[in-house]
């Protein structure tokens, strides 16, 4: 018979560090059920790739995905600059994103440099 599987946990540090691999890989492939599963699971909407230095959300404007991008901030990520020093404005100027993208994401940014 085999063995279960056992689903990552939030909470113990080999669980997390998964779900947020899990949350990182799913953003760079634009699956937003993959995102949401994560999140839901207990991974950090703000942890950051170790090699990139880049969130999930910066992630997510990074590969032009506009969608992802709202649900991501409507799920409290934060919005600010990457290990780089990069804000996501800059990350979607860097990667040529869509109009649409780019306008939301410097209405988000201007919102909270107005605070």
Known sequence: MAKPVRKPKAGD???????NSDLL???YLGDLAGVQQAIGDGADVDCVHEQTGL???????GTNNFFLTRYLIDA???????????????IAAECRVDEKLADYI??????LLDR
């Open 55 to 61: 969130s999930a959300l910066h992630i997510a404007v």
């Open 76 to 90: 409290g990520a934060r919005i600010g600059p990457d290990r780089t020093g990069r804000w996501p404005t800059i």
């Open 13 to 19: 540090s080999a669980g997390t560090a998964r779900l």
């Open 25 to 27: 890989q799913a953003s």
């Open 106 to 111: 410097v209405e988000v940014e201007a919102k």
